[in-house]
């Protein structure tokens, strides 16, 4: 299941937190990290736990891979370098699981739940699909990276 490192980070030195930003990325990649937000425009909607400053979001395909990039040999000198020049937060999140149905080359998906009558080839994937999307044309399951892409 994709898990989610979650940082807020509040960056009190730009020039040297750009050096960071150069440092990690690759690393984080080498451990099968993607980034999914990096900064950008953001619209707090409410604050009552928290007011979040820079959002970055890197999902990685599971909790021992975003915990091993975080506890890595080749991370531990970088992490100082983003200590000295910003204030963070940071958690790793389970994303949700996803369901995929296909049945003569239709698709439909669902949240968790299996209809005890339904006789149809059932997938799991994991990823970001959103309430109520729907999948159209045709689409060819990547099993490496559980991802669905138009064929």
Avoid at 81 to 95: V, Y
Wanted: aromatic letters at 8%; one cysteine or more.
């Amino acid at each position: 299941m994709s898990v989610y490192l979650i940082v807020d980070t509040l960056i009190e030195n730009a020039d040297k937190y750009e050096e960071y930003k150069l440092l990690a990325k690759p690393i984080a990649e080498k451990y099968g990290g993607v980034y999914r937000v990096r900064g950008g425009d953001m619209d707090v909607l409410e604050t009552d736990l928290w007011t979040p400053t820079r959002m970055v979001i890197i999902e990685f395909p599971d909790m021992d891979s975003a915990r091993a990039f975080a506890n890595s040999e080749e991370y531990a000198p970088v992490k100082p370098l983003r200590r000295e020049n910003a204030r963070c937060t940071l958690a790793i999140l389970e994303g949700a699981s996803l369901e995929v149905v296909v049945s003569r080359s239709r698709f439909a998906w669902r949240e968790d739940r299996r209809s005890p009558y339904q006789r149809r080839l059932t997938i799991r994937i994991h990823g970001c699909l959103h309430p109520g999307q729907r999948l159209s044309g045709h689409y060819a399951l990547t099993c490496s990276t559980g991802s669905l892409k138009p064929s």
